[in-house]
C-alpha cells in the first residue's frame, strides 16, 4: 500500500508549480475568442528554426497564412458581430433556470427505484420496465385500430396520431431523461417541435388548387 504521507523529493520540488507561477499562467492565457498579438509571426518564426534549412514548406506557409489571415479577421466588423451574437446566446442559455452548473450536473440522474408506483399502486417493475410494457400496449393498439377502423379515415387518422403522439412523449420524457434534465434541453427540444407543428398547419390550412 502507497505511502499517502511520502515526501515529495528535491526533484519534484524544483519542478512543482506554485500558485503565484499558476496566476501567472491563467493571466497569461487569452479569452478563448481572442487571438494573442504577434501569434502567426512568433508561429513562422519557430518552424523555421525547426526546420533544417531555415525555410517553410508549403503546409507550414499555409498554417501561418491561415493564422495570420484570422488575426485580422478579428477586429473586422463582421466577425465582432458574430462574437457578440455567440456571446448573447451562451448568456441567455446560463440565465434559463435549471441549467447545470457544471457539466457533469447535466448527466446527473436521480436515483431509480426497482418499483414504480402508478394510479396508487406500486408495481416492481422500474419506471423504465413500466414505459416499455405502455409503449408495446399502444403499439398493438395502433395495429388494432388501423384494422378495425380502416373504412373510417375520419376518425382512424386523429387517434393513431394522438397514440404516436403520446409514445413519443414517453419515449423523450423517460427514456431520453427530459423530466430531470435541465430546462434547457427541453427548450431546445420544444422549439423546433413547436415550429414544425406551426408550419404543418399552415400547410393544411392552403386550399389545394
Aim: no cysteine.
Amino acid at each position: 500500500m502507497a505511502d499517502d504521507n511520502k515526501k515529495p523529493t528535491s526533484e519534484e520540488q524544483e519542478n512543482a508549480v506554485t500558485d503565484d507561477e499558476l496566476k501567472q499562467i491563467a493571466g497569461d492565457v487569452s479569452p478563448p475568442d481572442e487571438y494573442p498579438e504577434g501569434q502567426a509571426d512568433a508561429l513562422e518564426e519557430a518552424l523555421e528554426e525547426a526546420s533544417d534549412d531555415g525555410e517553410l514548406t508549403a503546409v507550414e506557409e499555409g498554417v501561418t497564412s491561415a493564422l495570420r489571415a484570422t488575426e485580422e479577421a478579428q477586429d473586422t466588423a463582421p466577425v465582432q458581430a458574430f462574437d457578440s451574437a455567440v456571446s448573447g446566446i451562451q448568456s441567455a442559455i446560463e440565465s434559463i433556470p435549471g441549467a447545470p452548473e457544471e457539466p457533469q450536473d447535466a448527466h446527473a440522474q436521480p436515483h431509480l427505484s426497482d418499483t414504480t408506483v402508478l394510479f396508487g399502486r406500486e408495481f416492481p417493475y422500474s419506471i423504465y420496465t413500466m414505459v416499455f410494457f405502455a409503449l408495446g400496449a399502444l403499439t398493438i393498439i395502433e395495429v388494432l385500430m388501423a384494422e378495425l377502423l380502416a373504412s373510417v379515415e375520419i376518425i382512424k387518422i386523429p387517434l393513431l396520431l394522438s397514440i404516436a403522439t403520446a409514445k413519443s412523449a414517453l419515449v423523450v420524457i423517460f427514456y431520453m431523461h427530459l423530466n430531470h434534465d435541465s430546462r434547457v434541453f427541453a427548450v431546445t427540444f420544444l422549439v423546433p417541435v413547436g415550429i414544425a407543428l406551426l408550419s404543418v398547419l399552415f400547410l393544411l390550412g392552403i386550399p389545394a388548387n
